[in-house]
């Protein structure tokens, strides 16, 4: 079975070559013929801009962290009307997950992303394993929606789709490949979809299974050889290092076009700019048949639109390929929202037009025109209550009354409960993301700094804006499966870190419970570590067993103290992309009301010891 957890093993025998590379024909070369693809991938539901922060040139000696509006599906659909225009031969293609993210998502099913995607009208989407968070039947109501445009219907792939028998996705809603013409050419496009990610931490219907990748594939790649179709692009949605593991496995594939690990590629030149591509655009490697395979994928969350150029021989094989992802901007450069002065915007925009892979530009208008009711219903509803707070929850960064500076409620600054086992809030939020890791694939426990959690909740009504005023970063779930002994000493890590001033280290935990002595030694700090079990019951914690954590991404890549997640990786990380904000909120809609957990919940069970006088001025000068 080919799966993800056979890609990271092969990833090191791999032989890559990157980008800007032609091959030397095997026969004289005939009638060439050059095909540009404009992609996207993991747009999540991503559809307005946001703030995000470069490293530019305002004049200065050295480079410095500038904000800008960056991507937005607006501008997604502005830059690939702009690149089609200058290139004859031109598809369009979606690599999977437009769904689940924000609150366009939450509120809206799927219509928002809909008819943002059809100001495109992509020539074909892979259905992505978030395509079926929510059955088959949110599926199927979603492609009513892509499909109730006049004149746009995208096909949606998947070659390794096999549905229920009681499914509404039965007969041939989901293809498993699509032939377009380009002048005159036949080209086929072939979609496959993460058979490992779908089944275990999505919720197609029971029955609705997905077939190995490998074998899908190559059978239609084989159908549509024996139709005469000598172009074939896989449009894929199971990882970068997986495509490159799949190409070579493949006879008869000419380009992938990849999704589901929301892999930048670029050149090197974009460290400069603070962003970190992991591979040249686009990558090569060769299929089983000897021959050029180009692999492109581009990054997420409406950021990036990819240009790809392929050049093929009469044959249909691939002679050469380039292009770059488009990294799109918008031009209100500032520094914590104070514009840049004109003298630094002239050097900003100097700094800019030396490279190719950063673009500026506005957004469509008419993406934004249908856009717009959009935005509006989801300010109205964040405005309204979703629940209601009747017992205040406090704010701590981490147990004690030197914690309490974090309280901006002033009952919570002298309450004795929060002293003894942190914060309410911080506590709750772990619980709400062990549900919903429960709910998506399966989870022990679930980790959270207590910084990453950013205010109280007061008595009274609770709002969608509350919530994300709580949880206010662009922070997703990822599952880690560890050793209990690991996370005892990530546990520990954080604890160092909170005694070295860091404050906002200090761990929460669902369904793991502890005792803090601050004046052990290192690595002696936690002890009487109990679990919940499956049954209900707190027991003792085996360290030499192996559990399944759900932490946000900003922990699992190791920040923050928490050292010992960067070191998981391979098939025992597994980044979910659930926004960690929508998480909380789809548990404070179901809940009337918000209160505290019972204190056998609570992590911190007992807190004792003072630390050292060097330690307490850290504390002291603690920064939210």
């Not at 500038?66 to 200058?86: C, D, N, P, W, Y």
């Not at 700094?351 to 008419?366: C, F, R, W």
């Not at 914690?403 to 942190?422: D, M």
């Given at each position: 079975?080919?799966?993800?957890?056979?890609?990271?093993?092969?990833?090191?025998?791999?032989?890559?070559?990157?980008?800007?590379?032609?091959?030397?024909?095997?026969?004289?070369?005939?009638?060439?013929?050059?095909?540009?693809?404009?992609?996207?991938?993991?747009?999540?539901?991503?559809?307005?801009?946001?703030?995000?922060?470069?490293?530019?040139?305002?004049?200065?000696?050295?480079?410095?962290?500038?904000?800008?509006?960056?991507?937005?599906?607006?501008?997604?659909?502005?830059?690939?009307?702009?690149?089609?225009?200058?290139?004859?031969?031109?598809?369009?293609?979606?690599?999977?997950?437009?769904?689940?993210g924000t609150l366009y998502h939450t509120l809206f099913a799927g219509q928002a992303d809909a008819d943002l995607m059809n100001t495109v009208c992509f020539d074909a989407m892979v259905l992505g394993n978030h395509e079926f968070d929510s059955g088959d039947l949110a599926l199927f109501n979603f492609t009513e929606m892509l499909w109730q445009h006049p004149t746009c219907k995208t096909p949606l792939l998947s070659a390794n789709f096999i549905p229920g028998l009681p499914s509404p996705l039965q007969g041939k809603r989901i293809r498993p490949s699509v032939i377009l013409e380009r002048?005159?050419?036949?080209?086929?496009?072939?979609?496959?979809?993460?058979?490992?990610?779908?089944?275990?931490?999505?919720?197609?219907?029971?029955?609705?299974?997905?077939?190995?990748?490998?074998?899908?594939?190559?059978?239609?790649?084989?159908?549509?050889?024996?139709?005469?179709?000598?172009?074939?692009?896989?449009?894929?949605?199971?990882?970068?290092?997986?495509?490159?593991?799949?190409?070579?496995?493949?006879?008869?594939?000419?380009?992938?076009?990849?999704?589901?690990?929301?892999?930048?590629?670029?050149?090197?030149?974009?460290?400069?700019?603070?962003?970190?591509?992991?591979?040249?655009?686009?990558?090569?490697?060769?299929?089983?048949?000897?021959?050029?395979?180009?692999?492109?994928?581009?990054?997420?969350?409406?950021?990036?639109?990819?240009?790809?150029?392929?050049?093929?021989?009469?044959?249909?094989?691939?002679?050469?390929?380039?292009?770059?992802?488009?990294?799109?901007?918008?031009?209100?450069?500032?520094?914590?929202?104070?514009?840049?002065?004109?003298?630094?915007?002239?050097?900003?925009?100097?700094?800019?037009?030396?490279?190719?892979?950063?673009?500026?530009?506005?957004?469509?208008?008419?993406?934004?025109?249908?856009?717009?009711?959009?935005?509006?219903?989801?300010?109205?509803?964040?405005?309204?209550?979703?629940?209601?707070?009747?017992?205040?929850?406090?704010?701590?960064?981490?147990?004690?009354?030197?914690?309490?500076?974090?309280?901006?409620?002033?009952?919570?600054?002298?309450?004795?409960?929060?002293?003894?086992?942190?914060?309410?809030?911080?506590?709750?939020?772990?619980?709400?993301?062990?549900?919903?890791?429960?709910?998506?694939?399966?989870?022990?426990?679930?980790?959270?700094?207590?910084?990453?959690?950013?205010?109280?909740?007061?008595?009274?009504?609770?709002?969608?804006?509350?919530?994300?005023?709580?949880?206010?970063?662009?922070?997703?779930?990822?599952?880690?499966?560890?050793?209990?002994?690991?996370?005892?000493?990530?546990?520990?890590?954080?604890?160092?870190?909170?005694?070295?001033?860091?404050?906002?280290?200090?761990?929460?935990?669902?369904?793991?419970?502890?005792?803090?002595?601050?004046?052990?030694?290192?690595?002696?700090?936690?002890?009487?570590?109990?679990?919940?079990?499956?049954?209900?019951?707190?027991?003792?914690?085996?360290?030499?067993?192996?559990?399944?954590?759900?932490?946000?991404?900003?922990?699992?890549?190791?920040?923050?103290?928490?050292?010992?997640?960067?070191?998981?990786?391979?098939?025992?990380?597994?980044?979910?992309?659930?926004?960690?904000?929508?998480?909380?909120?789809?548990?404070?809609?179901?809940?009337?009301?918000?209160?505290?957990?019972?204190?056998?919940?609570?992590?911190?069970?007992?807190?004792?010891?003072?630390?050292?006088?060097?330690?307490?001025?850290?504390?002291?000068?603690?920064?939210?």
């Amino acid at each position: 079975m080919f799966s993800k957890r056979s890609f990271y093993s092969f990833f090191s025998s791999l032989a890559i070559v990157w980008s800007g590379f032609s091959f030397a024909a095997t026969e004289p070369v005939a009638e060439p013929y050059e095909l540009t693809i404009l992609h996207i991938n993991d747009h999540h539901s991503n559809l307005d801009d946001y703030q995000a922060s470069l490293l530019l040139q305002t004049g200065k000696e050295q480079r410095e962290s500038v904000s800008v509006s960056m991507g937005g599906f607006a501008r997604v659909t502005a830059a690939i009307e702009k690149l089609a225009q200058k290139n004859r031969n031109t598809l369009t293609l979606h690599a999977g997950d437009a769904v689940t993210g924000t609150l366009y998502h939450t509120l809206f099913a799927g219509q928002a992303d809909a008819d943002l995607m059809n100001t495109v009208c992509f020539d074909a989407m892979v259905l992505g394993n978030h395509e079926f968070d929510s059955g088959d039947l949110a599926l199927f109501n979603f492609t009513e929606m892509l499909w109730q445009h006049p004149t746009c219907k995208t096909p949606l792939l998947s070659a390794n789709f096999i549905p229920g028998l009681p499914s509404p996705l039965q007969g041939k809603r989901i293809r498993p490949s699509v032939i377009l013409e380009r002048d005159g050419h036949k080209i086929g496009i072939i979609g496959v979809t993460t058979a490992y990610s779908t089944q275990n931490a999505s919720r197609p219907d029971p029955g609705t299974v997905f077939d190995n990748e490998l074998e899908s594939v190559q059978s239609e790649i084989d159908r549509l050889t024996g139709l005469q179709v000598n172009k074939i692009i896989l449009l894929s949605h199971i990882g970068y290092m997986a495509d490159l593991q799949l190409a070579q496995q493949l006879s008869g594939v000419d380009v992938i076009v990849g999704g589901h690990s929301h892999t930048l590629l670029g050149s090197q030149h974009l460290s400069d700019y603070g962003l970190t591509a992991s591979g040249r655009y686009p990558a090569q490697t060769n299929d089983a048949s000897k021959q050029p395979v180009c692999i492109v994928q581009a990054w997420q969350y409406s950021a990036v639109v990819g240009e790809l150029q392929v050049r093929f021989d009469s044959n249909g094989n691939v002679t050469h390929c380039n292009g770059q992802p488009h990294i799109l901007i918008g031009h209100d450069f500032n520094r914590r929202g104070t514009p840049l002065n004109a003298t630094e915007l002239a050097a900003v925009q100097a700094d800019l037009a030396g490279q190719k892979e950063i673009m500026q530009l506005e957004p469509s208008v008419k993406a934004t025109h249908m856009l717009e009711p959009y935005q509006k219903k989801l300010a109205d509803f964040a405005s309204k209550p979703i629940s209601t707070v009747t017992q205040e929850l406090c704010s701590r960064r981490f147990p004690g009354i030197l914690g309490a500076s974090n309280s901006k409620l002033e009952g919570c600054s002298h309450q004795a409960h929060p002293n003894t086992h942190g914060g309410d809030i911080q506590q709750l939020v772990a619980h709400a993301f062990l549900m919903q890791g429960k709910h998506f694939g399966g989870a022990d426990f679930a980790i959270q700094n207590g910084g990453g959690v950013r205010t109280d909740l007061a008595n009274g009504p609770v709002t969608v804006g509350d919530i994300y005023t709580v949880l206010p970063f662009r922070n997703t779930l990822v599952r880690l499966t560890i050793k209990g002994s690991d996370i005892k000493k990530v546990l520990e890590e954080a604890i160092d870190s909170v005694l070295a001033g860091n404050t906002g280290s200090y761990p929460y935990a669902a369904a793991l419970r502890w005792n803090v002595d601050l004046s052990a030694q290192k690595y002696e700090r936690l002890s009487g570590l109990q679990m919940k079990n499956t049954e209900g019951s707190w027991v003792s914690f085996d360290p030499d067993a192996t559990y399944q954590v759900i932490a946000i991404d900003f922990l699992a890549d190791g920040k923050d103290g928490y050292h010992t997640f960067a070191d998981i990786s391979g098939e025992q990380r597994e980044d979910t992309f659930l926004a960690y904000a929508d998480a909380f909120l789809k548990f404070a809609q179901s809940q009337e009301e918000l209160k505290r957990l019972p204190e056998s919940e609570y992590s911190t069970q007992a807190l004792t010891g003072s630390p050292s006088v060097g330690k307490m001025l850290n504390f002291l000068q603690q920064k939210p």
